[in-house]
């Protein structure tokens, strides 16, 4: 019963150093999506993918890039990582959009 | 300019007493409504949700209040437990737009024994 599953759960990267963050879902879900959480700030939504093959910007999309590989897996780029970057990142699925999300454990990323 | 809003950053209350964990929306168009709780270092849990043709939804323990002409939602939880030592999440879901859910900043509860 693995639901959304994300790698890595803790990363720490060089200033401009680049990384990709993996999320697979099991649930057959539709939608899918990439929060950041920062003291203070909430969950905040970078991007969201609606059904395989789109993909949209959210709330704090600068910095970073998204694939939606397939239906379970969506993955989310940092090209040229900056330490304004250091978050805790979600990434979540939902059956449609809009719909009651489930969320994967969460990657400690750390940009030095 | 923050649609969703938790206005009491933590709360501690009895275990055995009631936590009431409050909710304020600016938008009128929200028509759905959800809690998630959060432990540390683990993602959020989905809790429990109202529609807006609601004013209330009760699952076990915890109970959703909706007020729509006060713009403000309450999550009750009756009894706290130390378990339930958590942050909580509302968010909001607008009737016209499916893109996203709107989140408040998160309330951190304590549930002392």
């Known amino acids: 019963n693995a639901g959304v599953t994300q790698t890595p759960k803790f990363q720490v990267l060089k200033t401009g150093q680049s990384m990709t963050l993996q999320c697979a879902q099991d649930?057959?879900?539709?939608?899918m999506y990439w929060y950041r959480q920062d003291p203070g700030m909430g969950l905040r939504l970078i991007y969201y993918?609606?059904?395989?093959?789109?993909?949209d910007k959210g709330e704090v999309p600068n910095g970073y890039n998204v694939s939606r590989l397939n239906k379970r897996e969506f993955s989310l780029r940092l090209e040229s990582a900056a330490p304004s970057q250091t978050s805790v990142y979600f990434c979540?699925?939902?059956?449609?959009?809009?719909?009651?999300?489930?969320f994967g454990e969460g990657s400690w990323l750390t940009v030095v | 300019d923050q649609q969703v809003k938790q206005n009491s950053p933590s709360l501690s209350v009895q275990e055995g007493r009631i936590s009431i964990l409050n909710c304020d929306y600016t938008?009128?168009?929200?028509?759905?409504f959800l809690w998630y709780k959060k432990y540390p270092a683990e993602g959020p849990t989905f809790l429990i949700s109202?529609?807006?043709i609601k004013d209330k939804n009760e699952d076990g323990r915890f109970t959703v209040f909706l007020n729509k002409s006060a713009k403000h939602l309450s999550l009750h939880i009756v009894p706290s437990q130390p378990g339930d030592s958590a942050v909580y999440f509302c968010?909001?879901?607008?009737?016209?737009?499916?893109?996203?859910?709107?989140w408040g900043l998160g309330t951190s509860l304590a549930v002392n024994p």
């Open positions: 979540a699925s939902s059956g449609t959009v809009g719909n009651t999300i489930y």
């Open positions: 649930m057959n879900h539709n939608s």
């Open positions: 993918s609606a059904s395989e093959g789109t993909t």
């Open positions: 938008n009128s168009m929200f028509d759905y």
């Open positions: 109202i529609s807006s």
């Open positions: 968010a909001a879901k607008h009737a016209g737009n499916n893109r996203k859910l709107i």
